[in-house]
């Protein structure tokens, strides 16, 4: 069956940097588009960043944009996220997705897989 786990949450001060990385089983990873996703306590999940399955093309939302950068190893089945300059907004549940439909990139409904999500907690 197909796994998504996400892992590399943990605690942070503002400013600071983390990587969350995806581990994917059970699919054929480079066919699939990969997408972050967040929630925070009390909000809808939103789109945070994604990426082709070749890695050709990547799309950000305007909150994390120049500031998160998300990358795939296909030889790894791995997608990362990394995060800078972290501010307390950031602080939510990040998980990862995967999706055959890239003109739905942004939309959760979209993804057919899910990770479990990972917590980012970013203090002030």
């Known amino acids: 069956q197909v796994q998504l786990v996400d892992s590399g949450g943990r605690l942070v001060q503002a400013g600071d940097s983390l990587r969350l990385s995806c581990a994917a089983s059970g699919l054929t990873f480079s066919t699939y588009h990969m997408g972050w996703f967040r929630q925070a306590l009390g909000k809808e999940r939103e789109f945070v960043a994604a990426?082709?399955?070749?890695?050709?093309?990547?799309n950000y939302a305007n909150s994390v944009k120049a500031r998160f950068i998300i990358s795939r190893d296909n030889a790894k089945n791995t997608v990362y996220l990394q995060m800078n300059s972290l501010k307390p907004d950031d602080t939510a549940v990040y998980y990862c997705a995967a999706t055959s439909w890239w003109g739905g990139y942004s939309v959760t409904a979209a993804y057919k897989y899910w990770g479990q999500g990972t917590q980012v907690t970013v203090s002030s």
């Open positions: 990426i082709t399955g070749d890695g050709s093309d990547t």
